[in-house]
C-alpha cells in the first residue's frame, strides 16, 4: 500500500476541499491510499458529527464516501495512464452524482474504515463503489461518479 | 408557511443531530419550513465549507439535502395522519438512502435555497425530491428515501 495518501498529492489549489483538502484548517482532512487495485481509508469522527445519541450523521457518512470516492478515482486514473500521482498534467476529480445506501446505524465511538473499488474508468468518467464499515460490519454502501475536472479549470482555480 | 421550523417540533432527545439539531452546538443548524405542500431552506455556508476555492462542498450539499428531506417526511407524514407537528407520538424519520446529482459547481458567497416536494408516502417510508439553488439556478438534485423511526427507538434514545 502506497504510503503518501492520494490527496496528499493534490496541489495546493486543489487542497482546500472542507472534506480532504490539507490546506483547509477546519476540514475533515480525509486521507485515502491506493494499491494499485483497492483504496482504503480510515476516519475516527468527533463526538459532534452525531446523527442521534451514539450513532455517525449521515451527511459525514456522505462526505466520506464523496472524497473518498474522487480520490480513488484519481488514484486509478493516474494508474489507467501509466504513470506516477504527482506528476502533470494533474489528474483531479469531482462529484458527478453520489448514491449512499444506509444499510445499519453507523456506531460512534470506534474507528470507521472505507473500502473504494473501481467499478467502470473512461476518459472523462470514473465509477468507485465505496464500502464503509465499522466493527467489520458495512454501515453503507455509496456509489461516486467522479468526473474529470478539465485541466484549464484546474490552472485556472 | 409555517414560522417555526420543523426541525424545532423535534423533542430534546432527537435534536442532537449534526446536520439539523438544535442542540448540537457544532452543527449546521438546518432549519426547513413546511406550508403543507412544499417545504423551504436557506443556507448561508460559512467560507471553510468548500470545494474548490469559490465553491460548495458537495458534502455539505448532500447533508443540507439529507435533513431537509428527513424533515419534510416529518411533516408530510404529520400532515398525513391529520395532526400538528409537535403532537404525540413523535414522527422522526432517518435517511434509508440518498441520491445526489450535482448540476453545477454551486458558489459560495450566496444565500443557498432548498426545495423539498413528497414524491411517495407510505407507512414507514417517505421519498422526498429535493433541489438546490444558488441565485435563482438549480445547481444539485436529491432524492432522500426516508424511513421512519419506530416509537421505540425514540423513547429509547
Known amino acids: 500500500m502506497e504510503?503518501?495518501?492520494?490527496?496528499?498529492?493534490y496541489s495546493d489549489p486543489m487542497s482546500h476541499c472542507y472534506g480532504c483538502g490539507r490546506l483547509n484548517d477546519f476540514g475533515l482532512k480525509i486521507k485515502s491510499y491506493w494499491n494499485g487495485d483497492e483504496s482504503i481509508a480510515t476516519f475516527k469522527p468527533k463526538p459532534h458529527y452525531t446523527a442521534f445519541p451514539g450513532f455517525v450523521y449521515g451527511g459525514l457518512?456522505?462526505?466520506?464516501?464523496?472524497?473518498?470516492?474522487?480520490?480513488?478515482a484519481a488514484a486509478a486514473a493516474y494508474e489507467a495512464e501509466g504513470r506516477s500521482m504527482g506528476t502533470e498534467p494533474e489528474l483531479r476529480y469531482v462529484t458527478?452524482?453520489?448514491?449512499?445506501?444506509?444499510?445499519?446505524?453507523?456506531?460512534?465511538?470506534?474507528?470507521?474504515?472505507?473500502?473504494?473499488?473501481?467499478?467502470?474508468?473512461?476518459?472523462?468518467?470514473?465509477i468507485v463503489d465505496v464500502e464503509l464499515l465499522a466493527n467489520g460490519e458495512v454501515c453503507a454502501q455509496g456509489e461516486v461518479v467522479a468526473i474529470k475536472i478539465p485541466e484549464s479549470m484546474i490552472i485556472g482555480i
Not at 3 to 9: E, M, P, R
Not at 61 to 72: F, P, R
Open 3 to 9: 504510503k503518501k495518501a492520494i490527496q496528499d498529492y
Open 61 to 72: 457518512i456522505a462526505s466520506l464516501i464523496d472524497c473518498h470516492g474522487t480520490g480513488t
Open 96 to 126: 458527478g452524482s453520489i448514491n449512499v445506501k444506509y444499510l445499519k446505524p453507523t456506531p460512534m465511538d470506534t474507528e470507521l474504515f472505507l473500502k473504494g473499488k473501481v467499478k467502470e474508468i473512461k476518459e472523462r468518467k470514473v
